[in-house]
């Protein structure tokens, strides 16, 4: 087995994962951003709230709302 490569793919997995946050967070702080909010679901209906997304026709986010 090969561990320098696993590891090589691990940073440059983490590299992108960082480089992907630093845009997003540009984006975001570069002026007001509408968020389509397609469902909310309480966090009892974390299942119904997968099962929304894996449906595929949905227009916006799906979020599960912990405090609920």
Same mark, same amino acid.
């Given at each position: 087995?090969? =561990?320098?490569?696993? !590891?090589?793919?691990?940073?440059?997995?983490? /590299?992108? %994962?960082?480089? *992907?946050?630093?845009?997003?967070? $540009?984006?975001?702080?570069?002026?007001?951003?509408? =968020?389509?909010?397609? !469902?909310?679901?309480?966090?009892?209906?974390? /299942?119904? %709230?997968?099962? *929304?997304?894996?449906?595929?026709? $949905?227009?916006?986010?799906?979020?599960?709302?912990?405090?609920?």
């Amino acid at each position: 087995m090969h =561990h320098g490569a696993n !590891a090589g793919a691990v940073r440059a997995a983490a /590299a992108a %994962a960082r480089a *992907a946050q630093i845009d997003i967070s $540009k984006w975001l702080a570069s002026g007001t951003r509408v =968020h389509n909010i397609a !469902a909310q679901f309480p966090l009892s209906d974390t /299942a119904q %709230a997968h099962l *929304a997304v894996e449906k595929g026709d $949905k227009l916006g986010t799906v979020i599960v709302d912990c405090a609920r």
